[in-house]
């Protein structure tokens, strides 16, 4: 990664009632080169101290289900939950509305690419 750095990935959350929340995950500069190469497709972190701002219009897509996208930030927390981790998918500290300051929640990453331009 190199100039302005971008890394991005979508994260699915399944709530209480079964629904899945897709919300767009992004990471500038530094946050973006410090967590480029630990996210991977299809694994499953628990996300906590992410922040939000509303989604620009040209992110909206069909797919996501959100219309603000989580912030990592140097306070963000990522971990990688072990393959046969006890941590649901369904989290309890996961808002009504997603897009909350100091996100917690437990997420199957899809979607990653950097953006690297």
């Not at 500038?28 to 694994?43: L, P």
């Not at 006890?86 to 309890?92: D, G, K, R, Y």
Request: charged share 20%.
């Amino acid at each position: 990664m190199n100039g302005n750095e971008c890394f991005r990935f979508h994260f699915h959350v399944k709530d209480s009632c079964d629904e899945t929340t897709i919300a767009r995950v992004v990471a500038f500069g530094e946050n973006a080169k410090k967590w480029d190469s630990y996210i991977t497709k299809g694994q499953r972190y628990k996300l906590s101290k992410l922040s939000s701002r509303p989604l620009p219009d040209k992110y909206k897509s069909a797919e996501l289900t959100e219309n603000d996208e989580l912030i990592i930030d140097q306070y963000s927390i990522i971990e990688l939950c072990p393959a046969q981790s006890s941590v649901p998918i369904s989290n309890a500290s996961v808002p009504t509305s997603i897009a909350a300051p100091s996100l917690s929640a437990a997420a199957i990453a899809s979607e990653v690419s950097n953006l690297a331009q």
